[in-house]
Nanobody, 121 residues
Framework: QVHLVESGGGLVQPGGSLRLSCAAS????????MGWYRQAPGKQRELVAR???????TDVDSVKGRFIISRDNAKNTVYLQMNSLKPEDTAVYYC???????????????WGQGTQVTVSS
């Protein structure tokens, strides 16, 4: 069974930085796209950034120039470096990954449990 475990959330002042990590564990043959989503109170979950296994990244306009997504394929881990944080970045951040458990398995989209990020003075 595959699990995604996030860490690194917390409370930070506006203008501050946080680094989120998400490690996949269990039976893993390959991981394709990994990404970060967020959900603020009363809003729908939205994509923040994603990265392919070859390192091609995509991010949304609201975080361009502030957030950087990266991954370590050897560790099955994806990171989100968040700089110049704003109060509107406050949300629960979820890790997401398209994982193939064995060579015979289909690709399944997995989600982490979420980690709270609060930007406030």
């Amino acid at each position: 069974q595959v699990h995604l475990v996030e860490s690194g959330g917390g409370l930070v002042q506006p203008g501050g930085s946080l680094r989120l990590s998400c490690a996949a564990s269990g039976s893993i043959f390959s991981i394709n796209v990994m990404g970060w989503y967020r959900q603020a109170p009363g809003k729908q979950r939205e994509l923040v950034a994603r990265i392919t296994s070859s390192g091609i990244t995509t991010d949304v306009d609201s975080v361009k120039g502030r957030f950087i997504i990266s991954r370590d394929n050897a560790k099955n881990t994806v990171y989100l470096q968040m700089n110049s944080l704003k109060p509107e970045d406050t949300a629960v951040y979820y890790c997401n990954a398209d994982i193939q458990a064995t060579v015979w398995s289909i690709v399944r989209t997995m989600w982490g449990q979420g980690t709270q990020v609060t930007v406030s003075s």
